[in-house]
């Protein structure tokens, strides 16, 4: 495990990692530039509350860029230490809605192996990487979210 592998899980169990993404978000030029540059992307394409689904949320940087241009967003993320950072930045946001789910051909369960909440995440059984840490998580499928929430305007799936 990296250093900053190591830093992420310290600032999780201290309960301070949003706050602190959140300043580095805030502080970081690159960080800013990119965020810009996605909001202009988006906003090409998405306009007020129309239904975009961020499939493979991570820990929400596509959801908090549509959810600046007005979109109302379902963030579907299993990952179990990226969910509840989801929760935290953006419960208070009626637009926002959490699935804590991956996305597959049929629901059920899986099995979903991940390195904390880095990006690295995935359902594959030829898992590459040396850390194995993983946890069974709930599948549902692309028709039962459009089932329940309708047919968005945006798909973007990171996976």
Wanted: aromatic share 6%.
């Amino acid at each position: 495990m990296n250093l900053h592998a190591i830093a992420i899980r310290l600032l999780q169990r201290a309960g301070l990692y949003v706050l602190a993404r959140e300043g580095y978000q805030r502080l970081s030029p690159s960080r800013r530039r990119s965020r810009r540059a996605m909001r202009c992307f988006y906003a090409q394409l998405v306009a007020p509350d129309e239904l975009c689904f961020d499939v493979g949320a991570n820990v929400g940087q596509t959801t908090e860029v549509l959810l600046t241009l007005g979109a109302r967003v379902v963030a579907v993320e299993p990952n179990p230490l990226c969910s509840p950072i989801l929760e935290k930045r953006f419960q208070r946001n009626k637009r926002f809605t959490l699935v804590d789910a991956a996305v597959g051909a049929a629901p059920g369960k899986a099995k979903l192996h991940f390195m904390g909440t880095a990006s690295t995440a995935s359902l594959r059984e030829d898992w590459p990487f040396e850390t194995n840490d993983s946890v069974e998580v709930a599948v549902t499928t692309l028709d039962e979210l459009i089932s329940r929430w309708g047919r968005p305007k945006l798909l973007k799936v990171d996976v």
